[in-house]
């Protein structure tokens, strides 16, 4: 009790079931998303990579965060790229399988996926791939997931590969490559409407992966100031915003939400018709987190103008979203505060 920590709330909430019946805790989700990749900087990095026994698997994982944060790439070490040159694919898909352990296998990924990126030797690179997209089709789902994780490491260079596995008749290659999408591309119109189309009769959870993964690429778009790719963005999550949902709860719903957040930007800039479409989400919605996305979004845009409406506008969102903002649970989700 006291303790605070932060941390990437997957790393521990991972959609495991319940294995007490201890009474509920409750959990709060802030959510911060970067609006820039992170820049080189003069500044010395005051991190230093763990070089204790037993954590030689995860260390290309640290070593690429710690890369990223710095705003510069690594290369894979010279001793994975001569085991990899030694090794067979078949060697090597193994080690993304369910045979290894979860830190061996998503570090064998992100070695994989360094040696995709340019300058590790075209004949190693393509065996490096071919091992991904193996892994990607593969029936385990363990072995699909850590592949992702090597598209993603592998960068842009592997877009167009995992927009063609997009098209997979395998459900979680689909998803995986949306993931791996989101992570690592860069934003294009023909990415943007490539990920459009593969949620037309999609499932679901594919539709909601489909969304965080272009909440993302609009978030770099908006970066990069590509204003239309910002507003295609918004267009392709609309039909998404007021989906059904017999329990209030819409992961699909929320992740479109998340699109024209990210896709606005800091100063929620939308064209009128989405943000009218947005107050209608705020009074209509029974999801919590798509009213709170929402709600942040004409925050954002008001704010940012210093409108006289001001405060009656916000009077009547906080008149539709007052039911969302208490403490408590809800069905083990808890509601989440306007903090």
């Not at 006291?2 to 990437?8: D, E, N, P, R, T």
Request: with cysteine.
């Amino acid at each position: 009790a006291g303790s605070c920590v932060l941390m990437h709330y997957d790393l521990f909430h991972r959609a495991g079931g319940r294995l007490t019946e201890e009474p509920t805790r409750f959990m709060f989700k802030f959510q911060f998303l970067r609006t820039s990749e992170p820049k080189a900087s003069s500044k010395v990095a005051t991190w230093r990579i763990s070089d204790q026994p037993g954590e030689e698997a995860v260390k290309p994982i640290l070593q690429e965060l710690a890369s990223w944060l710095s705003g510069s790439t690594v290369s894979s070490p010279s001793a994975d790229r001569e085991a990899f040159e030694l090794a067979g694919a078949d060697e090597l898909l193994e080690g993304l399988g369910c045979g290894v352990g979860e830190a061996d296998r998503i570090g064998n990924a992100y070695r994989l996926g360094l040696c995709c990126r340019a300058g590790e030797g075209e004949a190693l690179r393509q065996k490096a791939l071919e091992v991904l997209w193996r892994g990607m089709v593969h029936q385990e789902e363990a072995t699909v997931r850590a592949a992702a994780y090597g598209m993603s490491v592998a960068g842009p260079s592997v877009s167009h590969q995992l927009q063609v596995l997009l098209t997979s008749k395998y459900g979680r290659t689909c998803a995986h490559a949306a993931f791996a999408l989101g992570e690592s591309a860069l934003p294009s119109r023909a990415l943007f409407l490539a990920l459009g189309d593969s949620m037309k009769q999609a499932t679901p959870f594919f539709k909601a992966t489909v969304l965080q993964a272009l909440a993302c690429l609009a978030a770099r778009a908006r970066a990069l100031e590509e204003v239309d790719l910002c507003e295609l963005a918004v267009e392709l999550a609309k039909p998404y915003l007021e989906l059904p949902s017999d329990n209030g709860y819409s992961s699909v719903g929320e992740n479109a939400c998340l699109v024209v957040l990210m896709a606005g930007g800091a100063q929620g800039d939308l064209k009128p018709s989405v943000l009218q479409l947005l107050q209608h989400v705020c009074s209509k919605a029974q999801d919590q987190y798509m009213v709170c996305f929402a709600r942040e979004v004409l925050r954002r845009h008001l704010r940012s103008r210093a409108s006289p409406e001001l405060p009656a506008v916000f009077k009547a969102i906080e008149a539709c979203c007052g039911t969302f903002c208490g403490s408590g649970t809800e069905q083990g989700r808890p509601r989440k505060s306007d903090g």
